[in-house]
């Protein structure tokens, strides 16, 4: 069974500081993805990673960074948090591109 | 602009039938697709995927893929109460060039009362 652990199941952040979010699989999946999920807006995804130190943006990458260390893990950077930031952060991972992508529990940020 | 559309209902069912939801995409020649189930306050787990065009049935599920058409629906037979929540319709869409990526429809709630 594949599984997608995230750091933190709630976080709440101030304004202006740095938030780390942390993303393990445990199933060698090359691919790893960080989507954020706000009502009627659907997933978003904001970066993917398909191999060790790489990295593609994907739809909104704008105040966040990320880094892939090793290939288990995907970090999902903010560096200076702002209010809009507050969502559900949703880690994902992924065999190959087009296969179907296992889910993390998700991690509710609040940024006050 | 690659798109997936879903009615985001509610979709109301009694207990016991049918429910049918459906999803449409625009980029033809898309190739694989997905029907995750997220429940509220959850991350999405995924129920059923679908690669060629007709039914494909597991258990109570059948997705439906008519590539013609552009549409793919999933109907969950003798629905129960614990089948309530957000169903995602997914879509990877065909090659073009660099890294592709899976493109997620809004969702579709589903309610399902005794």
């Known amino acids: 069974d594949v599984k997608v652990t995230q750091s933190s199941r709630y976080l709440v952040k101030r304004t202006g500081e740095k938030v780390f979010l942390e993303c393990v699989q445990d199933?060698?999946?090359?691919?790893m993805f960080w989507y954020r999920q706000d009502p009627g807006l659907g997933l978003r995804l904001i970066y993917f990673?398909?191999?060790?130190?790489?990295?593609e943006k994907g739809d909104i990458p704008e105040g966040y960074s990320v880094s892939r260390e090793k290939k288990e893990r995907f970090s999902l950077i903010l560096e200076s948090a702002s209010t809009n930031q507050t969502s559900m952060y949703l880690c994902?991972?992924?065999?190959?591109?087009?296969?179907?992508?296992?889910f993390g529990p998700g991690t509710r940020l609040t940024v006050l | 602009q690659k798109e997936v559309e879903q009615n985001s209902g509610p979709l109301s069912v009694p207990e016991g039938a049918i429910a049918s939801l459906n999803c449409t995409y625009s980029?033809?020649?898309?190739?694989?697709f997905f029907w995750y189930r997220q429940y509220s306050g959850k991350s999405p787990e995924l129920i059923m995927f679908?690669?060629?065009?007709g039914d494909k049935e597991d258990g109570r599920f059948t997705a439906q893929l008519n590539k013609a058409s552009q549409y793919v629906s999933l109907l969950i037979r003798d629905s129960q109460p614990s089948d309530s929540a957000t169903y995602l319709c997914?879509?990877?869409?065909?090659?073009?060039?660099?890294?592709?990526?899976?493109?997620f429809g809004a969702g579709t709630r589903l309610a399902v009362h005794p």
């Open positions: 679908i690669y060629s065009n």
């Open positions: 994902a991972s992924s065999l190959i591109p087009f296969n179907e992508q296992f």
């Open positions: 997914a879509v990877f869409p065909p090659f073009s060039g660099g890294y592709n990526k899976l493109i």
């Open positions: 980029d033809r020649g898309s190739q694989s």
């Open positions: 990673s398909y191999d060790v130190k790489m990295k």
């Open positions: 199933m060698d999946h090359e691919n």
